[in-house]
């Protein structure tokens, strides 16, 4: 698992509008991908993560009249609040990030060009999670909702999600 570097008192909108508050020196310009998320004032940093390249069929581009890190942001902190029932905080939240970062990037409109998965979870198809909304195709908690559901009917939890995710070439869940 990686080891993420927590930077206390650091608000969204100064790593967005690239505020250095560590100095009077303007920072770095702030990719959506410069933080994990921001809950509760603090910001979770993973250097790892590389920017989501919007396909050519416009899978992956942020939902209109959004920034990519708008949505990204608010959708993974809906996703803690609609996971913290199921008793996934923590390291299987973390699990739960890194998958969908990994399937998604937490965009609701991601589109497989490949395959009909769609939304959070990439739901193969995408219109399985009608059973959880008609308005799968474009809302998040929908789309979270069924995503954690199938987690934990079909692997438990999402650390388990995760494992089998990884050992399986092209990765899948």
């Known amino acids: 698992m990686k080891t993420l570097l927590q930077l206390p008192n650091l608000t969204l909108a100064a790593l967005l509008l690239g505020l250095n508050t ?3 020196a303007p920072a770095r310009a702030i990719s959506s991908c410069d933080y994990r998320t921001v809950l509760n004032d603090r910001v979770y940093y993973d250097a ?9 069929d416009g899978g ?6 959004t920034q990519q890190a708008d949505f990204r942001v608010k959708n993974v902190a809906l996703g803690k609040t ?17 998958l969908w970062m990994k399937e998604s990037g937490w965009n609701e409109r991601a589109d497989n060009p490949t395959s009909s998965a769609y939304g959070i979870p990439q739901a193969l198809p995408g219109k399985k999670m009608a059973s959880h909304g008609s308005d799968w195709r474009t809302n998040p908690s929908t789309q979270i909702r069924w995503g954690l559901d199938y987690i934990k009917a079909r692997y438990k939890s999402p ?5 089998f ?8 869940y």
């Open 22 to 24: 560590f100095s009077a």
């Open 48 to 56: 790892d993560c590389a920017p989501i390249t919007p396909a050519p």
């Open 60 to 65: 992956g581009e942020a939902p209109p009249g």
């Open 82 to 98: 609609l996971a913290e029932p199921y008793g996934w905080g923590g390291a299987e939240f973390d699990c739960l990030y890194d």
């Open 159 to 163: 650390c388990n999600a995760l494992a």
């Open 165 to 172: 995710w990884k050992s399986r070439k092209p990765n899948w």
